[in-house]
C-alpha cells in the first residue's frame, strides 16, 4: 500500500503582463519531479481553450476552479498564474484559497510598467500585441490581501524568484524530492 501524502501545495502566481509568472510556473515544474507539479495558466484557459474576452461572467473562473480542484484532488503541487485582476478574480481567490486541502503560497510579481513594457518588447508577441494594450492592461499593485501574500519585486531574477518558490515549498516538505534546478 502506498504512504498517505499531506495534502499538495496550492500556489497563485499573479502580476502584471511580462512579470514572469509564466516563467517561474515552468522552471519550478521542472525543477521538481516529472508529474508532481500541474501549471494552469489563465492565458491558455482564457485564450486558446474558452477564446474569450477578460470581461463579462464567461466560463474562465469556472473552469480554473474545477481544474485547480482537480489537480490538487489528485495530490499535484497545483501552480495557477496569471495576470487575474484582482476586481473580477478576487471572489475565486478566496474560494480557493478558503477550500484547498492543504497549504497555500501566493505570490504578486511587482514589475512597474516601464519595466513590463521593456520586457514586453522582447517576447515574440511584441509585433502582434503593441504596448499601448499591454499599458492599458496594467494594474498597480493590485495584491489580493490574502494571508501569507508575498510580493517579489522587479529587482529579483527569474532565478531568485524561482529559488524562493522552491524554498518555500521545501518549507513546506513539498519540495523534498527536488531535482537539480533548471537554468532560466
Not at 56 to 84: A, K, N, P, W, Y
Not at 122 to 131: C, L, Q, Y
Not at 157 to 166: F, H, I, K, T, Y
Amino acid at each position: 500500500m502506498e504512504p498517505q501524502r499531506d495534502p499538495a501545495p496550492f500556489l497563485v502566481l499573479r502580476g502584471n503582463s511580462a512579470s514572469g509568472k509564466s516563467t517561474v510556473a515552468r522552471c519550478v515544474q521542472r525543477a521538481l519531479p516529472r508529474g508532481r507539479v500541474a501549471v494552469i495558466g489563465q492565458d491558455h484557459v482564457r485564450r486558446e481553450l474558452l477564446w474569450e474576452h477578460d470581461t463579462g461572467q464567461g466560463d474562465t473562473v469556472g473552469l480554473l476552479e474545477s481544474m485547480v480542484r482537480h489537480c490538487l484532488g489528485i495530490g499535484r503541487i497545483t501552480i495557477l498564474e496569471g495576470i487575474f485582476g484582482s476586481e473580477r478574480y478576487h471572489a475565486m481567490f478566496d474560494r480557493l484559497l478558503r477550500e484547498a486541502p492543504g497549504p497555500a503560497l501566493v505570490y504578486y510579481l511587482d514589475v512597474s510598467l516601464p519595466e513590463t513594457l521593456r520586457r514586453h518588447a522582447g517576447k515574440s508577441i511584441a509585433d502582434e500585441v503593441p504596448a499601448e494594450e499591454v499599458s492599458s492592461w496594467y494594474r498597480v499593485h493590485d495584491v489580493l490581501g490574502a494571508p501569507g501574500e508575498q510580493v517579489l519585486g522587479e529587482e529579483l531574477s527569474a532565478d531568485e524568484m524561482v529559488a524562493q518558490v522552491l524554498g518555500d515549498l521545501a518549507a513546506l516538505g513539498a519540495g523534498a524530492q527536488q531535482t537539480a534546478a533548471t537554468e532560466i
